[in-house]
């Protein structure tokens, strides 16, 4: 592609192309580089602690809030579910459906439910849904 750009007649597209492809290289190598959130800073009865994301198990949403939900304790957290699954990594968190976030590493079974949903079985016991909107999601692991 390059050399194609490289031997083009015309400067301005082949300024213009390489321009481009620049930047989607640049764009490619800062998403591999990105840093994901390593803790979660709450704020609980004037006290301010951390979570670490490791201890998380998995993430439901409570209105205006995200219910961290570890193995000893739940946390509540002003931020939306959107905003937190940008901020987790994905080799490690799973959206489930628009409500609720797994650590993958959490998950123990599978049961296929109908439509292309399943019941998602956590290590602890916890059942959990999955929805067909976010069924792609599932299917990484069901590669595997």
Known sequence: M??????????????????????????????????????????D????????????????????????????????????????ENKLNPREFLRLRRSTIVRIEQIKELHPLFNGEFAVILKDGTELASSRRYRQNLNSLLKD
Request: proline share 0%; glycine share 6%; aromatic share 8%.
């Open 2 to 43: 390059r050399e194609r750009i490289k031997n083009s007649k015309d400067g301005k597209l082949d300024y213009k192309l390489s321009a481009l492809l620049q930047s989607l290289e640049s764009a490619k190598s800062n998403a591999e580089l990105r840093a994901f959130l390593e803790r979660v800073v709450i704020k």
């Open 45 to 84: 009865s004037g006290r301010i602690f951390f979570v670490g994301v490791d201890e998380i198990v998995w993430i439901s949403s409570e209105g205006n809030y995200v219910k961290l939900h570890t193995k000893s304790k739940a946390h509540l957290l002003r931020e939306t579910m959107d905003g937190l």
